[in-house]
């Protein structure tokens, strides 16, 4: 399977506690894309890679959360002291570069108890 | 009012119809797309628009720039075609923040 992937698929965790969803996107594509979507919503955008560079984020991405991308290849997000708030789909995607079609994986659904 | 506007917002159909799913937007585009999204919650891209007419399978997408309309064609729908479809577009920024539509639930039944 050479599509974008998501690692965990879904994800229960108690409040307060950290987390941390992988991303591997196709092997070619230089852009790597973070949404959050909550249910009945459309996706949030959160935050962008240009290779291994984060060019930019939302407000919605409080200090709590944070995305690495460290080699330009695979990228984490991470949430620390989880509310209820944050439970949503996470998605990821990944394209070649600006205005080119985002594939997307199939997300992780985090549930925060 | 939404720069993105889609109808319906549920559709339920018998199978082997024709349906049809609209998207109106507000705002200049670079290209729309047309996504895919089963319960589960992965979002498939189905097509990227950004003049004319794709087909892949049973599936059709139209744009008219002028217009600010797409249409998403479904031919011989399938009961597996039920999903949520999703109209969004690209303002052309140097990013990939789309904006997107609401989403048209749809059912077919066989």
Known sequence: DTGVSQDPRHKITKRGQNVTFRCDPISEHNRLYWYRQTLGQGPEFLTYFQNEAQLEKSRLLSDRFSAERPKGSFSTLEIQRTEQGDSAMYLCASSFGAGTEAFFGQGTRLTVV | ?110
């Open chain 2, 1 to 110: 009012k939404n720069e993105v506007e889609q109808s319906p917002q549920n559709l339920t159909a018998q199978e082997g119809e024709f349906i049809t799913i609209n998207c109106s937007y507000s705002v200049g585009i670079s290209a729309l797309h047309w996504l895919q999204q089963h319960p589960g919650g992965g979002i498939v891209s189905l097509f990227m628009l950004s003049s004319g007419k794709k087909k892949h399978g049973r599936l059709i997408a139209t744009i008219n720039i002028q217009e600010k309309h797409s249409s998403l064609h479904i031919t011989a729908s399938h009961p597996r075609d039920s999903a949520v479809y999703i109209c969004a577009v690209d303002r052309g920024d140097s990013n990939y923040q789309l904006i997107w539509g609401a989403g048209t639930k749809l059912i077919i039944k066989p």
